[in-house]
């Protein structure tokens, strides 16, 4: 059982707009900010949006990241075969005094 | 381009120590910035932290490992390790070592940090 609730799968045909959903408490994602990984099948994790909503360098704009109270999301928009992957969410939290992940969403793209 | 390599034996039996080491390519470990530590995964399943630690010693540790974990950086070999005891089949999984990035977007805190550079990971296997 995760800390951070994610779904576990989500789908949508090419071009389509995804959002992927992480909601969490007070003491994680309600006090700090939240950083989404991208997981190719076979290989590590990749920082995807850092800072709730910032991109890195080199990940396209069709990803954006929000947060609101307790909640965390990730939007991609027109959505690309190479886009299915896992996304997990993880922020700190501050009653655990831990990193905590989401359980992860695998997407397909249908 | 800085690069992180895990490296150790892919089969551990149980009750031992597991031991791992991250080696640093590319850079220096030794940056007020950076926290180096370790994330697991099991096979098909999500991402656990198990802890971080930065040049000078400070270490942050997940409390569910603390009492079997040993973490440390040797900067002379620009390397970091890690150090799991009483290893049981639920230990089987995939280890990545990572960087924190506190400097990323200049928030200074470790607990702002993304993971911004990860290893390739290594499966270890808990078996007799």
């Known amino acids: 059982q995760s800390v951070l609730t994610q779904p576990p799968s989500a789908s949508g045909t090419p071009g389509q707009r995804v959002t992927i959903s992480c909601s969490g408490s007070s003491s994680n994602i309600g006090t700090n900010t939240v950083n989404w990984y991208q997981q190719l099948p076979g290989t590590a994790p990749k920082l995807l949006i850092y800072?709730?909503?910032q991109r890195p360098s080199g990940v396209p704009d069709r990803f954006s990241g929000s947060k609101s109270g307790t909640s965390a999301s990730l939007a991609i928009s027109g959505l690309q075969s190479e886009d299915e992957a896992t996304y997990y969410c993880?922020?700190?939290?501050?009653?655990?005094?831990?990193?905590?992940f989401g359980g992860g969403t695998k997407l397909t793209v249908l | 381009q800085l690069q992180l390599q895990e490296s150790g034996p892919g089969l551990v039996k149980p009750s031992e120590t597991l031991s791992l080491t991250c080696t640093v390519s590319g850079g220096s470990i030794s940056s007020s910035n950076y926290y180096w530590g370790w994330i697991r995964q099991p096979p098909g399943k999500g991402l656990e932290w198990i802890g971080s630690?930065?040049?000078?010693?400070?270490?942050y540790s997940n409390p569910s490992l603390k009492s079997r974990l040993t973490i440390s950086v040797d900067t002379s070999k620009n390397h970091f390790s890690l150090k799991l005891s009483s290893v049981t089949a639920t230990d089987t999984t995939v280890y990545y070592c990572a960087r924190w990035n506190s400097g990323y977007y200049g928030s200074g805190s470790y607990f702002k940090s993304p993971v911004d550079l990860w290893g390739q990971g290594i499966l270890v296997t808990v078996s007799s």
């Open positions: 800072n709730n909503n």
């Open positions: 630690m930065d040049y000078r010693g400070n270490t």
């Open positions: 993880a922020t700190w939290d501050d009653s655990l005094n831990a990193w905590v």
